[in-house]
Nanobody, 115 residues
Framework: QVRVVESGGGLVQPGGSLRLSCAAS????????MDWYRQAPGSEREWVAT???????NYAESVKGRFTIFKDIRKNTMYLQMNTLKPEDTAVYYC?????????WGQGTQVTVSS
């Protein structure tokens, strides 16, 4: 079982920045593939970004150029740096950890972009 804990959400004005963190337990953190998803009220959960075990990254078109996903293996933590935030980025952001056929989700962290 892998414990996944997100943090870093909050209220930010349009155009501002936030950095989300996703801490994952386990000695094989370097082998995990990890994703960020988000879910706005009344909407389906949507994929935002992925970083795989060899640090290859991929982004949804809606966040490309504004968000950056990266990880620190020494801290067993993955991050999502979010810049130039827009009101439509408002959602609960979830981290998903994948290893072989297993996957684990965190509890989510709320991001609200509003003036």
């Amino acid at each position: 079982q892998v414990r996944v804990v997100e943090s870093g959400g909050g209220l930010v004005q349009p155009g501002g920045s936030l950095r989300l963190s996703c801490a994952a337990s386990g000695r094989i953190f370097s082998q995990y593939n990890m994703d960020w998803y988000r879910q706005a009220p009344g909407s389906e959960r949507e994929w935002v970004a992925t970083i795989n075990a060899i640090s290859r990254t991929n982004y949804a078109e809606s966040v490309k150029g504004r968000f950056t996903i990266f990880k620190d293996i020494r801290k067993n933590t993955m991050y999502l740096q979010m810049n130039t935030l827009k009101p439509e980025d408002t959602a609960v952001y979830y981290c998903k950890v994948r290893w072989r056929s297993d996957e684990w989700w965190g509890q989510g962290t709320q991001v609200t972009v509003s003036s």
